[in-house]
Structure formats: structure tokens, C-alpha cells
């Protein structure tokens, strides 16, 4: 079987030769297994472990997301990144939160928020079509698309956005909801684009080499805005939503 044919029999419950894979690593992970076996780039990567799909990735023409003197990077929202070196390797962590210690919705500055045109969606259906031709499941969309809370917190804190979560706070509402609006759209003119082809939108984090567990799937939740960005579009547009869990090792 092709790595479509897998994923779809898998979603449609018709059969498959063994479980559909969906790789994600973080970068010191991937250079663990690329120097194992001796590769060369990601597309090897992903041919080695046996993943069944393949990103349609959306063109970036927004405004410049700047770089910063202190070596820090411009976010979509207005946050800023600097790499922090850990035992494991070293990650994006925010260094400047522009919605941090806001409190009232008259100082909130929108104009950090984003729109879904900033991106060029005219080779989206191109996409699909080479990775379906190539024998693999098309995917669309990244573990922090539908996140209220982590992806918040980079541009908020962590602690007040845990505070927000039970305050019902103003600010954090509001931004959520621009959040919401904005990959509601990004992900609605991505389908359009794409005009059905069948694909599948991911909600899940990579693999990560920290120590830590896995949630049991009793423990789960999914938020009542994140169930209704995925069930309704995917029922209209016939695509499947991958919800998975991140895995960690040691």
C-alpha cells in the first residue's frame, strides 16, 4: 500500500498493511537519526522511518517579521524568540511578550494581530496534487495552530495565562478568539484552495528528547473553540483531523 492508501484506509476503517506514520522531531532528534543511518536531509529522514504523509507548507508574504539586534526573532503576533541551549539541544523560548501585564481590553494593541492574507495560497492545490501523486497522504497545519494555552503564553507568560484560564480574563478572551479567527481562516482558505482534495489537518507536538510522560487518554481534553474549528470544516470538506499525543524520552 501507498502511504495515502494507508492513511485513508486507517481513516475510513477499511484495512491497512500496518498503522499510518507521522513523523515530528525536534531538531536534535532528527540529527540523532539522520546520523544514525548516515542521511543527508529531512526527506530521507521521513522515507527511513516510513512516514505516510507530506506538508502542504503555505508561502509567507506578510509583513517582515523582524530580526533583532540581540539575535531575537520577530512571531506572527508580535513575540520575539532567542534560541536557550538545553542538555538536549537548544530551542526557540520567547524572550519579549507583548501582551504581558495587559489587563484591560483599551490596552490591548491589536495591531500586533495577524490575518490569514498573509500568505499565498495559489500553489496549495499543486501541492496536494504532486504529494497525492506521490503516493503520500496530504497534511495541513502545525501543533500550535488550535493551542489556546501555550501559544498564548508566549506572547502573554505562562502564569497569567494559567490565571486567565480561570479569571475569564478580558484580554486573554479576546486574544483567543483572534487566534481562532485566524487559523479558522488560514485553515477554511487552504481547504478551498486545495478544492477537496482529501487531506488531513494535524493537532499534535513533536517528539521531544526531555524527560517527562505521556497523558493517559482518560485524561485528555479538547476545548469546545478547538472542537468546533475542526468538526465542522472537516465534516463539509470530507478531511480527517490527526489529534495524537507527544511522546518524550528520556
Not at 475510513?12 to 499510518?20: E, F, H, L, M, V
Request: aromatic share 12%; hydrophobic share 30%; net charge neutral.
Amino acid at each position: 500500500m501507498t502511504g495515502r492508501e494507508r492513511a485513508l484506509g486507517a481513516f475510513n476503517r477499511t484495512g491497512y498493511d500496518r498503522i499510518p506514520v507521522k513523523h515530528e522531531g525536534t531538531p536534535e532528534v532528527n540529527q540523532m537519526i539522520m546520523d544514525h543511518f548516515g542521511l543527508t536531509n529531512m526527506e530521507q529522514l521521513l522515507r527511513v522511518v516510513g512516514d505516510d504523509f507530506r506538508y502542504v507548507e503555505l508561502p509567507y508574504t506578510g509583513p517582515e517579521l523582524r530580526t533583532f539586534p540581540d539575535g531575537s526573532m520577530e512571531g506572527y503576533w508580535g513575540e520575539r524568540y532567542k534560541y536557550a541551549q538545553f542538555e538536549g539541544g537548544k530551542y526557540l523560548e520567547p524572550s519579549y511578550l507583548p501582551f504581558a501585564g495587559i489587563d484591560k481590553l483599551e490596552e490591548l494593541d491589536r495591531s500586533h494581530f495577524p490575518s490569514s492574507d498573509w500568505f499565498d495560497y495559489s500553489t496549495v492545490r499543486t501541492q496536494c496534487e504532486h504529494i497525492r501523486d506521490a503516493g503520500y497522504a496530504v497534511c495541513f497545519g502545525t501543533a500550535g495552530d488550535m493551542d489556546f494555552i501555550n501559544s498564548i503564553a508566549r506572547a502573554r507568560g505562562t502564569e497569567q495565562v494559567l490565571i486567565d484560564l480561570i479569571t475569564d480574563n478580558e484580554v486573554y478572551l479576546d486574544i483567543m478568539q483572534a487566534r481562532f479567527r485566524f487559523y479558522y481562516e488560514m485553515h477554511e482558505r487552504v481547504l478551498q484552495a486545495a478544492e477537496n482534495q482529501q487531506a488531513a489537518k494535524k493537532k499534535a507536538g513533536p517528539f521531544r528528547r526531555r524527560s517527562g510522560y505521556c497523558r493517559r487518554p482518560a485524561d485528555w481534553s479538547i476545548s469546545p473553540i478547538s472542537a468546533r474549528t475542526s468538526a465542522p470544516r472537516s465534516r463539509r470538506s470530507s478531511i480527517s483531523t490527526l489529534l495524537t499525543s507527544t511522546s518524550r524520552r528520556s
